[in-house]
Antibody, heavy 123, light 106 residues
Framework: EVQLVESGGGVVQPGGSLRLSCEAS????????MDWVRQAPGKGLEWVGR??????????EYAASVKGRFTISRDDSKNSLSLQMNSLKTEDTAVYYC??????????????WGRGTLVTVSS | EIVMTQSPATLSVSPGERATLSCRASQSVSGNLAWYQQKAGQAPRLLIH???TRATGIPARFSGSGSGTEFTLTISSLQSEDFVVYYCQQYYSGYTFGQGTKLEIK
């Protein structure tokens, strides 16, 4: 059974930092690109960023809204994904989902989602 | 950035009837379109990818169609568990979502 379990959410002050983790199981983690997607309370979905697999050099991509502040990394030996969030703003408040990306070349849709972890940025 | 627009924002339909949800892209996304279902308090679930391919385990009452800039999700014979929120998403250039359509019981 595919599972993605996020952790690390909580309350942080504006300007602070937080590190989210995602533990994967039930599939070959190293084969997949992995993404983070967020959802502000009562709002829609926003793509945050992506890390490709080893074959594609672990290249990362970020949404303009988080570029330079957020960093995605992965450890294939531990089937884990991380999101380091720095210089947090109140508008970063959201549920953050760890998302598996399909392996179909040029058809990179989101085929499995974790349950999410809530990040609240507030003074 | 490609903007995705879903309509209507809320759709009222009776159980057992058909629901038709629309999604429009600000420029062509070819067939690179997915639909997701999100129940309250839960993570989204992939329903349809490549505009018309049902994901694994998705019931046949869910179907997708369209290409270019106009797409449709059709749910035939609505069940009680279908009255939730649906999002479309393009993955042609970047990854952007529509604002969602809430399906409610009429």
């Amino acid at each position: 059974e595919v599972q993605l379990v996020e952790s690390g959410g909580g309350v942080v002050q504006p300007g602070g930092s937080l590190r989210l983790s995602c533990e994967a199981s039930g599939f070959t983690f190293s084969d997949h690109y992995m993404d983070w997607v967020r959802q502000a309370p009562g709002k829609g979905l926003e793509w945050v960023g992506r890390i490709r697999n080893k074959v594609n050099s672990y290249i990362t991509e970020y949404a303009a809204s988080v570029k330079g502040r957020f960093t995605i990394s992965r450890d294939d030996s531990k089937n884990s994904l991380s999101l380091q969030m720095n210089s947090l703003k109140t508008e970063d408040t959201a549920v953050y989902y760890c998302v598996r990306v399909s392996t179909t070349v040029s058809k990179r849709y989101f085929d499995f989602w974790g349950r999410g972890t809530l990040v609240t940025v507030s003074s | 950035e490609i903007v995705m627009t879903q309509s209507p924002a809320t759709l009222s339909v009776s159980p057992g009837e058909r629901a038709t949800l629309s999604c429009r892209a600000s420029q062509s996304v070819s067939g690179n379109l997915a639909w997701y279902q999100q129940k309250a308090g839960q993570a989204p679930r992939l329903l349809i990818h490549d505009a018309s391919t049902r994901a694994t385990g998705i019931p046949a009452r869910f179907s997708g169609s369209g290409s270019g800039t106009e797409f449709t999700l059709t749910i035939s014979s609505l069940q009680s568990e279908d009255f939730v929120v649906y999002y479309c998403q393009q993955y042609y250039s970047g990854y952007t979502f529509g604002q969602g359509t809430k399906l409610e019981i009429k």
